[in-house]
């Protein structure tokens, strides 16, 4: 498939998963979620649309963020503060799923294209706006520092969301559940062909809401006052692979990997750790909903 510029909407669709797993494992019930697939493929959004790596709704007399964070390495020969670059923005018309604090109805994601503490991880931050308060709008945004790091330069890309019904991440679950379904598996006709891991779990890819696709151990993240925060959204390296692309590439967009095109399976171009992502979490106790953010790779 070619890279179609300029289309909005392509309506992806996620097949249905392989097998009932918590028909088999009655305690995975009430573990179901939803969670919504962006489907971030490349494009031209403008600044009112849902977005990775699109232009941001951004107030003329608002400054541009730089990042106050020190680096991973150190910059001995001196360091200016970079301008932070557009990751992400989302409408509350395309995901209402996202617990905007009152007044607000868009979030942007911003990062500085760095290796930060603790993780390796671009520094990220957000910003919770209401369309109608920002007024004139910024013309464009500061072009991204030379020293930017390359894998944390978005290549735009339009969005359509798709909400899908998830499991959580194998790493995710007590050891002991994991045990009893790969003890389970091993009595498919075909093992091969379908895993809890791959399948009917946590969707790969960006996404909001849902689970937690973890690559490594879970972690739990709080917020300055100590409350448990929940999953914000995913920002994937990679939509899907080999595994996890039988049932997570969307039908419309079929062969499967390795056949389909790096556009498909790497669309914003992003190298976050060895195709990891970062997950970004918000306190939902807190009214102004602070967000923090980890990265894991493979
Ligand atoms: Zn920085
Ligand atoms: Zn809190």
């Given at each position: ?65 730089v ?19 557009p ?22 994601v ?9 993780y ?19 013309i ?20 359509s ?6 499991y ?51 972690v ?79």
């Open positions: 498939m070619s890279v179609v510029i300029g289309v909005v909407s392509m309506g992806l669709t996620t097949p249905s998963t392989p097998f009932d797993v918590a028909a088999v494992f009655p305690e995975l019930a009430s573990q179901r979620k939803t969670t919504v697939r962006l489907h971030p493929r490349r494009g031209r959004p403008a600044t009112t649309d849902s977005s990775i790596g699109g232009p941001l709704l951004w107030p003329a007399d608002e400054p541009w963020p990042c106050p964070e020190p680096l991973t390495h150190d910059p001995s020969e001196g360091w200016d503060p970079l301008p932070l670059v990751v992400m923005q989302l409408f509350a018309g395309d995901v209402p799923e996202l617990p905007f604090p009152d007044d607000t109805d868009t979030l942007q911003l990062w500085c294209p760095l290796d930060h503490e603790p390796f991880q671009p520094h990220t931050i957000v910003r919770w706006r209401k369309t109608e308060a920002v007024g004139s709008l910024l464009e945004a500061p072009v991204p520092d030379p020293d930017s790091d390359d894998s944390y330069l978005p290549t735009a890309c339009v969005l969301p798709e909400r899908v019904e998830e959580p991440a194998g790493w995710g679950l007590p050891a002991e559940l994991r045990e009893r379904i790969w003890a389970w598996e091993e009595d498919f006709p075909n093992p091969d062909d379908w895993s809890y891991f791959d399948h009917p779990s946590s969707a790969p890819g960006s996404k909001v809401s849902g689970w937690v696709r973890w690559i490594q151990d879970p739990q993240v709080e917020c300055g006052k100590g409350h448990e925060m929940a999953h914000l959204l995913t920002i994937a390296s990679r939509e899907f692979d080999i595994e996890t692309g039988k049932r997570w590439a969307p039908i419309e967009e079929r062969p499967l990997p390795p056949h389909a095109p790096s556009e498909i399976l790497y669309p914003a171009d992003l190298v976050i750790q060895d195709a990891g992502s970062l997950y970004l979490f918000v306190c939902l106790e807190c009214p102004e909903r602070p967000v923090d953010s980890l990265s894991q790779g493979s």
